[in-house]
């Protein structure tokens, strides 16, 4: 039994294990795991029945969990401590608004910075979060890979570039880890960014050590460690939403990135990429949208073409208001924060940019995910494309 991606088969044996368990509860989930896992010990040469004794472990392993967590198991140690952290980082976050707002941001400009900084959206009135919902661009309000992706880039060019192949390399990863998982507890640990620190942990270890990984990989990993910590997470919204949008950017936009490059014409291929990227995320989230926010929003990539370029500008024009305020540059990015709402504002208003009140069931929903998977596994397979980063 050959298995190209043995992460990704394992995380959906688990998912399958944790609904399983969730729907039929049981105490003998834990030993049946147990027992499994010696039979495969036992018969791991007969490669047939090894490999559905491990397919078999990996869902009870899922069910086993969250009956744990059904049962209310849990180390209280470990629990208070990382609420004390959780509480540490919140009064950081307080302070960093603070320091925001004294550079000279205005009201409206400050709740939007914090949003897109802080993931703290209760400073943005209803108005303006529904605006962003209508147009498609939630997602910009949402911390996720995009914002930590924004974040590693600072550290890149201010530590790891400098440091990457040298014999201190490995002596910059706490500092990274500690900025990076510094600010996912500041911004209050949401699904999308822990996802994202995750895999970006795992890359950066890869990157300072020279290996190359399969995106695929590090995204099945980073699911494996959060549903063991958490189970009940692949009932959260913000998990199935953030975990759909990257592997759909996976199976659509990385094979097909170098066809929409264009070397002479930089300014197109930028262009053609974001939106290849917008279109994919939207693709696989659209069913998920439908079916809990029983709306479509059909332009979200063309809007995301302009909001997401302005989004970055806000966000390092913020870190540099952190560290050196500046009325010119509180001035700068107030401009650019109206600008990004005055885009929102407006574009909800073109006839035909969101449909409403579509009420799909739950099996339409599996149904059209099974079609677009398969198709997209079928045009895959057909044009020889190697899924692999």
Not at 2 to 18: A, E, N, Q
Not at 124 to 136: D, M, P, Y
Not at 330 to 356: K, Q
Request: proline letters at 4%; hydrophobic letters at 55%.
């Amino acid at each position: 039994m050959i298995i190209r991606f043995p992460l990704v088969w394992c995380t959906l044996c688990v998912i399958v294990g944790i609904t399983a368990g969730y729907l039929f509860p049981s105490v003998w989930f834990i030993p049946a795991t147990l027992l499994i896992l010696v039979i495969a010990t036992i018969t791991r040469e007969r490669d047939v029945l090894s490999a559905i004794l491990m397919v078999a472990f990996w869902i009870l392993l899922g069910a086993s969990r969250i009956n744990l967590n059904i049962q209310h198991t849990s180390y209280t140690t470990l629990d208070d401590v990382f609420c004390t952290l959780q509480n540490k980082a919140g009064e950081k976050a307080c302070l960093v608004i603070e320091r925001l707002q004294s550079s000279g941001l205005g009201e409206e400009s400050l709740a939007l910075t914090s949003a897109l900084i802080l993931g703290r959206r209760d400073m943005l009135t209803w108005e303006r979060r529904n605006q962003f919902s209508e147009a498609g661009a939630s997602h910009l309000l949402a911390l996720s890979g995009l914002h930590m992706g924004i974040l590693y880039g600072v550290l890149y060019l201010l530590v790891i570039r400098w440091f990457r192949h040298t014999r201190w390399n490995w002596l910059m990863l706490p500092f990274i880890l500690l900025i990076i998982w510094g600010y996912t507890l500041m911004a209050g640990m949401s699904s999308s960014l822990t996802r994202a620190s995750i895999m970006l942990t795992i890359l950066t270890i890869c990157s300072i050590d020279d290996r190359q990984t399969s995106s695929f990989h590090v995204l099945a990993l980073s699911a494996l460690i959060m549903m063991m910590l958490d189970p009940g997470c692949i009932f959260d919204i913000g998990f199935q939403l953030s975990y759909l949008a990257v592997l759909f950017i996976l199976l659509i936009y990385v094979p097909l990135s170098p066809i929409m490059t264009f070397r002479e014409h930089p300014i197109l291929s930028w262009t053609a990429n974001m939106l290849l990227v917008s279109f994919s995320a939207q693709l696989g989230t659209a069913p998920l949208c439908m079916y809990y926010f029983h709306t479509f929003p059909v332009f979200s990539a063309l809007v995301s073409l302009l909001l997401i370029p302005l989004t970055t500008f806000i966000i390092y024009g913020a870190l540099i208001l952190l560290v050196w305020p500046s009325n010119a540059m509180a001035m700068g990015v107030d401009v650019i924060i109206r600008l990004e709402g005055w885009i929102v504002e407006h574009w909800i208003e073109i006839p035909g940019t969101t449909i409403h009140d579509l009420h799909p069931n739950l099996w339409s929903i599996v149904l059209i995910y099974a079609l677009m998977f398969t198709a997209i596994l079928r045009f895959l397979g057909r044009s020889k494309q190697i899924i692999s980063q």
